[in-house]
């Protein structure tokens, strides 16, 4: 999921912000990475619907919490890949 471009005042407040979110708690298998001021939400299953249930978890969680910072999301620059 992409963040909107100056949605925050520099990099050190948004690392800050983004800290809070990586201590938060996953679904099992599910895990977030930040590059920048993106993240990554990545998970494994031994079948695609279970990723798939995982992940949807996930960005919902993910959602929820950058609604609640008042966070803008590029839907543009979200998208998802299963393997």
């Known amino acids: ?3 909107l471009q100056d949605s925050c005042s520099g990099l ?3 690392n800050l ?8 708690t996953w679904p099992e298998n599910a895990a977030i990475q930040p590059f920048a001021d993106d993240f990554v ?10 990723i798939e249930n995982q992940i949807q978890v996930a960005i919902e969680k993910f959602i929820n919490w950058a609604d609640k910072k008042k966070l803008l999301q590029a839907k543009l620059n979200t998208s998802s890949l299963a393997n």
């Open 1 to 3: 999921m992409g963040s």
């Open 12 to 14: 050190a407040l948004w």
């Open 17 to 24: 912000v983004a800290n809070e979110i990586l201590q938060e």
């Open 41 to 50: 939400i990545v998970s494994h299953a031994p079948t695609k619907i279970k």
